[in-house]
């Protein structure tokens, strides 16, 4: 994902070129880029997002957890091994979660299958928001929480990573933030 568009080039583009260019906001599913494309021209890059985010939580309950099953898990073993997308991989390091010792990542692995097994899709953290610690007692928090509730916040943390995604593919390609998100 290179910030090397703006705004008014993303709403130029055809429907081929814009899911191109916008396929990796949301994790292995340029189809979100290609259904808010129907609804271009967009004024400012918050409703471009916005309207991303509309194509997900329009879709039935089956098909919202079949999209978060596309993200991955918290993982050091994952960064470390390469497996994760760039932006993924990145994010998670951010939060110093490569740098995890033997016993943390076990930790982190068996509260991730916890999650999993409670909810039915992977725990789901905007990381930039959190430290290390914290994205630990989150994910013990939420494990305890019903699925319902446990949707909706996943598909609030997806909401806030993607915008920040959005912002640094869109936001600073003139060099300055775009208004609006």
């Known amino acids: 994902m290179q910030a090397n568009h703006d705004l008014h080039a993303i709403n ?5 070129t814009f899911t191109r260019a916008l396929g990796d906001v949301f994790e292995h599913s340029p189809e979100v880029a290609e259904a808010a494309w129907e609804a ?8 471009l997002h916005d309207a991303m985010m509309a194509a997900i939580r329009r ?7 079949a999209f978060l099953c596309r993200h991955p898990p918290l993982s050091a073993r994952a960064i470390r ?5 760039e932006a993924s991989s990145a994010e998670q390091k951010s939060a110093g979660l490569d ?3 033997e016993s943390e990542e076990a930790q982190l692995q068996l509260m991730n299958q916890a999650y999993q097994v409670q909810h039915g899709f992977p725990f789901i953290i905007c990381v930039r928001h959190y430290t290390r610690d914290g994205i630990f007692f989150e994910l013990e928090k939420r494990t305890g929480r019903s699925t319902a509730r446990e949707l909706e916040e996943a598909l609030d943390h997806v909401q806030a990573i993607t915008r920040g995604r959005l912002q640094r593919c869109i936001g600073f390609a003139a060099g300055h933030p775009v208004q609006g998100i």
């Open 12 to 16: 130029a583009m055809d429907k081929a």
């Open 40 to 47: 271009r021209p967009f004024p400012t890059v918050a409703a």
């Open 59 to 65: 879709r039935d309950e089956a098909a919202q957890r």
């Open 81 to 85: 091994a390469g497996a994760l997308t």
């Open 99 to 101: 740098g995890l010792a």
